[in-house]
């Protein structure tokens, strides 16, 4: 027998203050994390782009099916890794790749969102990639795949957003997000509005 899930949907309140929505300074905010983490997504689109070569790798890796050690394309983890190694200073390796010090650029971006716009710029780059080498076999002079683009919707992973639910209305409730104040992060609440769907 199957059975159903219901999914809640907790929109953000933007609308007017006066009926409820979030204020004028805490969508500011939305608005320069958003723009903030488009900038960090570009960097590793430029960066991936840069070294393509990297998503052809093929790794070494023990197959159990076959109880033999084989190789396999580079995951997207391991992609994630390689780039944090060249971009990110860090106390045992503290110069990046030439160029490509993002800890530079984007002095205290919190770990969780560094690491979603690298994951969805290396989703990006694959694709894209993919898409390219499958016109060029094709020959065709049209349809030619575009650059990817750095605009996406930020992606709230936990330790950059919390709603507690326990005790409360859950149609009078609210989000706290980690934002971009356009100098440092802070924690803000924002009002939600409340939706229900059947899945």
Not at 12 to 27: E, H, Y
Not at 40 to 65: G, I, N, T
Not at 143 to 163: A, D, K, W
Request: glycine share 6%; aromatic share 12%; proline share 5%.
């Amino acid at each position: 027998m199957g059975q159903a899930t219901r999914t809640t949907k907790l929109l953000l309140d933007l609308g007017a203050r006066t009926q409820g929505g979030a204020n004028s300074g805490k969508r500011t905010y939305l608005e320069a994390t958003a723009s903030l983490l488009d900038e960090a997504r570009a960097f590793y689109l430029d960066f991936f782009l840069a070294h393509a070569e990297k998503f052809a790798e093929h790794v070494p890796s023990y197959s159990e099916h076959h109880q033999e050690m084989r190789e396999r394309a580079i995951s997207a983890n391991e992609l994630l890794t390689w780039a944090e190694f060249q971009t990110i200073a860090t106390d045992e390796h503290p110069d990046p790749s030439s160029g490509w010090n993002f800890s530079e650029r984007f002095p205290g971006l919190p770990v969780l969102y560094r690491r979603s716009v690298i994951k969805d710029a290396i989703g990006k780059v694959n694709a894209y990639l993919s898409n390219h080498a499958n016109w060029q076999r094709t020959r065709k002079k049209k349809g030619r795949p575009g650059v990817p683009g750095s605009h996406n919707h930020p992606t709230l992973y936990e330790g950059t957003c919390s709603l507690e639910l326990d005790q409360l209305d859950v149609r009078e409730s609210f989000v706290r997000l980690k934002v971009y104040t356009g100098k440092d992060w802070r924690w803000a609440n924002y009002p939600v509005r409340y939706s229900r769907c059947s899945k």
